[in-house]
């Protein structure tokens, strides 16, 4: 395997300018999925690695479950420092279990106490809160009931024109349409799983605010208006309620408010072509998904054959 058994962990660092590329230069819902996409693709792979460090650097330690054979110098010797990477890998994926346990079991909480302020309220697709405070956010599938539901306080509706209550309303349902809500599960997870990969953490909660955007203005037919419920909302809510940060998130206003009055993005299918700086990037940051991806199969796949013809020879002894 050599020192390409490290690769899926370096790779990540070009999360920073794949974000910033794909979040200005693509259309919003391509953005979000291409950088959803990678963010899982480069987490798996950067976790795989640690787990193939893990086998093969600690198999010689005493006390150690695995077999015998697996701590030979032929297999130790297919991970360069296996005798500094394997001892490593132990915390480090102590660490990455614990932090994407504590995302899901922050995902779980937020969703049980959105079903506890929901409880008694109709069951129609939008639940409208007897609370003076202004806010709304989509709260995604995964509750007592199954489906996704928008929810808006009245301090919210009362505070909004007729106009943008409905951008208010397109708006939300474009983020339960899209899916919004396991998108941003799994670029939390991915970021848990590897720090490098915050980057695309933060580019996915824009762009899936931008998707949203664009969806609504779609819908309404007006970029203006859907920019000025936007503003509003902003300015009204303030400051994202404790109990669901999640859901409520609106992104960098300013920018979002910005792109809608600025002409509307490409078409969703569209990319730059190749031999532009822009296409080059973001072709470049595809080719490095799938050689992470490459790079962890070979590893696994030559891996498992080291082990097993080890296994089989001390059988044969």
Request: charged residues 15%; positive net charge.
């Amino acid at each position: 395997m050599g020192l390409f058994v490290f690769l899926p962990l370096v790779l990540p660092l070009t999360a920073w300018p794949v974000a910033r590329l794909a979040e200005h230069h693509l259309h919003p819902r391509t953005a979000t999925r291409l950088l959803t996409g990678a963010a899982a693709v480069l987490a798996v792979c950067s976790t795989l690695c640690l787990a193939l460090l893990l086998i093969v650097g600690t198999a010689q330690l005493p006390g150690n479950p695995l077999p015998d054979a697996w701590s030979d110098p032929e297999v130790r010797a297919a991970v360069p420092y296996d005798e500094i990477a394997g001892p490593l890998a132990i915390p480090a994926l102590g660490a990455v279990a614990a932090a994407c346990g504590r995302v899901l079991l922050r995902h779980r909480r937020t969703l049980r106490r959105a079903a506890r302020a929901l409880a008694g309220l109709p069951d129609a697709p939008v639940a409208v809160l007897p609370d003076p405070e202004p806010y709304a956010y989509a709260l995604p599938a995964g509750t007592r009931r199954g489906r996704g539901r928008v929810v808006v306080s009245r301090g919210m509706l009362d505070r909004l024109r007729p106009a943008e209550r409905r951008a208010l309303f397109a708006h939300e349902r474009a983020h339960l349409a899209g899916g919004h809500g396991r998108l941003l599960l799994v670029v939390r997870l991915a970021a848990a799983a590897n720090p490098f990969l915050r980057p695309l953490r933060t580019a996915v909660a824009y762009t899936t605010e931008r998707w949203a955007d664009e969806e609504a203005a779609d819908r309404i037919g007006s970029r203006r208006t859907v920019a000025r419920a936007v503003g509003r909302a902003a300015l009204l809510s303030g400051t994202v309620p404790a109990s669901l940060p999640a859901f409520a998130a609106a992104g960098p206003v300013p920018r979002r408010v910005a792109a809608l009055l600025a002409p509307p993005p490409p078409a969703p299918r569209a990319w730059p072509p190749v031999f532009t700086a822009v296409g080059l990037a973001l072709w470049s940051a595809v080719a490095g998904v799938a050689a992470s991806t490459l790079a962890s199969a070979n590893s696994a796949l030559t891996l498992y054959t080291v082990l097993k013809a080890a296994t089989l020879l001390q059988d044969n002894l």
